[in-house]
């Protein structure tokens, strides 16, 4: 059975035919690093890091490729604002989204290029559309005559007559018509800047995904994704762009991930309900995160809440605790036993269910139900009397094997006795020095493993709850 996914350009399901037999190209846009990322950044690294993860499983060598956008007017007025150079704030940012998304169990891609270690190649591009007259030099500005590229909105399904009537030239633009968009900016004074045909300047933001998915992987890659914010203007002038020097199909399949709500409003700044990984990684299990983003398609919207995360948790503790039942009554289990081949059957058909939902176009809510149901029945095993090692090994392999598909990690992180130990004694000084704050931290975090203190006369008690 081939794998089903749901294509933008087409609108439509299309079983996976890659481009070279058992082999992925796989492009999906990073982030601009002039910040920590938020949850709405988080959702795509994690859903395509499980689509990696998931054709991999399938069989299929993939190289995968994510970008950061080290360089443009966001980093630019961080940087001034903080007195730092752009190269410094986009270093200390990459490395929180490492840090970041690394927690959230996402694998790095193969190669995370960056836009100003690749001018180079970004400059050749630009200049061979120039030469193949799809754009044009203005005052040290180079533009896209959008005009010129006939297909110009087949990724959002809007026409060019249609998008006209929506735009306009912006106060500062020396573009000959609204629709045509930047492939190199003049440099204003004091900006960081690179010597070009043109004259002093920085790449715009939509060319560079082009030129570094092309040097990367080619001029078509199989499979090309993002948040569904970036399928227009971005992804849609990423096509332009290519196609136009190319002349060949930039990417067979689009695949686009929902947006996240808060509290079940928008996500935005000026609603103030603007959240960063980092700092709901203070005070969450990251796995959680992860998990509550995988338990809904990832083509539909998403509700982020307390609320959420809280159901989330408990649903992920579930499964962890089917998985130590197992690990436990291995120890005394036998063998083998008469119903062996039935159970190992049951498994079997859990794996096939599995992969079904998620060849339906990673259909991970459908993938979870069949987890849990894979649970539900390692429960009804160990009710048995007698059970088998063969039996146990195996349910504790499929889990292992699926939950890894899905990046999860089924052994919880449960404290020891001498790490819960140092802890106390760590909230003890905290209180001797007046650190209320810090003791009250260190009381939740216990709290949070299930770990139960009582403060006695005779000095702190603990408990597994």
């Known amino acids: 059975m081939a794998i089903r996914l749901f294509n933008t350009l087409t609108r439509k399901k299309e079983p996976l035919v890659p481009l070279e037999e058992g082999k992925i190209k796989m492009y999906v846009c990073g982030p601009t690093v002039y910040n920590y990322i ?31 956008t ?34 959230l169990g996402c694998v790095r891609a193969d190669v995370h290029p960056r836009v100003t270690e690749n001018i180079d190649i970004i400059i050749e591009f630009i200049q061979a559309l120039i030469d193949k007259g799809f754009a044009y030099e203005s005052e040290g500005d180079v533009y896209y005559a959008t005009q010129k590229f006939p297909q110009y909105g087949k990724l959002s399904h809007q026409s060019i007559d249609e998008l006209q009537l929506g735009s306009r030239i912006e106060v500062g633009e020396k573009k000959a018509d609204p629709l045509d968009f ?37 001029d078509t890659i199989d499979i090309h994704a993002g948040g569904q914010d970036l399928t227009f203007p971005h992804h849609e002038n990423e096509i332009a762009q290519t196609e136009a020097l190319t002349g060949k199909p930039f990417a067979r399949y689009w695949l686009h991930n929902g947006y996240i709500n808060i509290d079940n409003e928008k996500m935005s700044k000026s609603l103030g309900n603007f959240v960063l990984v980092h700092e709901i990684l203070k005070h969450h299990d990251p796995q959680i995160v992860r998990f509550f983003m995988l338990s809904v398609h990832y083509r539909n919207p998403i509700n982020y809440s307390d609320e959420v995360l809280e159901n ?22 036998a063998n083998l036993t008469e119903n062996d081949h039935e159970w190992l059957e049951v498994i079997h058909r859990h794996r096939e269910s599995f992969v079904k939902a998620m060849d339906d176009d990673f259909n ?20 048995e009397k007698n059970t088998s090692e063969t039996v146990i090994d195996a349910f504790m392999k499929e889990f292992e094997s699926l939950c890894g598909v899905l990046g999860i990690i089924l052994e919880g992180n449960e ?6 130990e140092a802890l106390i004694e760590q909230r003890i000084q905290a209180r001797k020095n007046r650190q209320f704050q810090l003791a009250d931290d260190i009381r939740d975090q216990l709290k949070e493993k299930n770990i139960i203190l009582e403060d006695t006369p ?3 008690r603990w408990k597994r709850g």
């Not at 150079?85 to 927690?103: G, H, K, L, M, Y």
């Not at 440099?187 to 092309?214: D, N, T």
């Not at 459908?366 to 095993?381: E, H, M, P, S, T």
């Open 70 to 103: 080290d360089v443009d007017d966001r980093l630019i007025n961080a940087a001034n604002a903080l007195g730092e150079d752009v190269p410094t704030i986009a270093n200390r940012f990459i490395e929180a989204f490492f840090e970041d998304v690394s927690a």
């Open 182 to 218: 930047v492939l190199w900016k003049a440099a204003k004074e004091g900006e960081i800047s690179w010597e070009s045909p043109w004259g002093l300047g920085r790449p715009g933001w939509h060319i560079e995904c082009s030129a570094m998915a092309r040097k990367y992987l080619g």
């Open 38 to 68: 938020h949850i709405g950044n988080a959702r795509p690294v994690i859903v395509f890091d499980m689509v990696r993860r998931y054709l991999q499983y399938r069989g299929y060598e993939v190289t995968f490729v994510s970008n950061f």
């Open 458 to 460: 005779q000095g702190t």
């Open 312 to 333: 989330a948790a408990a649903a992920l503790e579930r499964l962890r605790t089917s998985y130590e039942n197992l690990q436990h009554r291995k120890q005394s289990s």
């Open 415 to 420: 404290l020891h006795d001498e790490e819960i």
């Open 364 to 383: 991970t809510a459908n993938g979870i139900a069949v987890l849990f149901d894979l649970a539900k029945q390692a429960n009804y095993y160990l009710m």
